[in-house]
């Protein structure tokens, strides 16, 4: 049986967050406030026996991961993985986050993104937002599904029994994994806090979410 574990970690604040914006493969940098965080992180980990590193290829992700890793007893090089950006929201990138929820839930009788999620489901909700984008460029749930799995089949490829990985990605999809591979009855009506951890096992290829949201800070 072949058994490790992963350190999920969300990014620092950013500048879109402060400004209530969507970002998913869009980017922008981490605020003061938002580095301070990841530094903070850090510190609470820098003593985890980390085998390897891996990060979503956005500059908030992999600044995030360059801090952790470099305050980390191993110090190990974070790998950029675009397997583990955050959700694509087609046209909606950089909208008002509530303006843009409102238009997309609206249309399913919810009134925000948590009921629609509530009432409908994680994948659901993805598919309708590819609906509502006008270009229909956003992932749907098998798109967004698919990448994330060649992530972890890559990561298979390099971690070994009893390993600890750090992963540094982005809010919807660490809700995402905690929604679907839950191993306990978490509060999931809410997105993880920015360099908060949540803790993945993986056994044999299956994924099983054993803490969420834990704050680092």
């Known amino acids: 049986m072949s058994k490790y574990q992963i350190y999920?970690?969300?990014?620092?604040?950013?500048?879109?967050?402060?400004?209530?914006?969507?970002?998913?493969?869009?980017?922008?940098?981490?605020?003061q406030d938002g580095i301070e965080v990841a530094h903070s992180a850090a510190k609470a980990l820098k003593d985890?026996?980390?085998a390897a590193a891996f990060s979503s290829d956005t500059r908030r992700a992999m600044d995030t991961a360059e801090i952790i890793a470099k305050a980390n007893m191993n110090k190990p090089l974070p790998q950029k993985m675009t397997e583990f950006r955050e959700q694509f929201y087609g046209s909606f990138e950089g909208d008002n986050i509530d303006e843009a929820?409102?238009?997309?839930?609206n249309s399913h009788n919810a009134k925000n993104y948590q009921e629609?999620?509530?009432?409908?489901g994680f994948d659901a909700t993805?598919?309708?937002?590819?609906?509502?984008?006008?270009?229909?460029?956003?992932?749907?749930a098998e798109e967004y599904w698919n990448r994330l799995d060649r992530g972890f089949e890559k990561i298979d490829q390099i971690a070994h029994d009893g390993d600890k990985i750090l992963l540094v990605t982005h809010s919807t999809t660490i809700?995402?994994?905690?929604?679907?591979?839950?191993?306990?009855d978490y509060e999931l009506n809410q997105l993880p806090g920015n360099s908060s951890l949540t803790m993945l096992e993986r056994i044999d290829g299956t994924n099983h979410v054993t803490s969420y949201n834990q704050k680092l800070h």
């Open 101 to 105: 929820w409102d238009k997309i839930s």
């Open 126 to 140: 993805m598919d309708f937002v590819k609906e509502a984008d006008p270009f229909h460029d956003a992932e749907s």
């Open 116 to 120: 629609i999620v509530y009432k409908y």
């Open 48 to 50: 985890v026996n980390f």
């Open 8 to 31: 999920l970690i969300r990014h620092g604040k950013t500048w879109f967050n402060r400004y209530q914006k969507i970002q998913g493969w869009s980017d922008t940098p981490l605020t």
């Open 175 to 184: 809700l995402s994994l905690a929604f679907k591979y839950q191993d306990g």
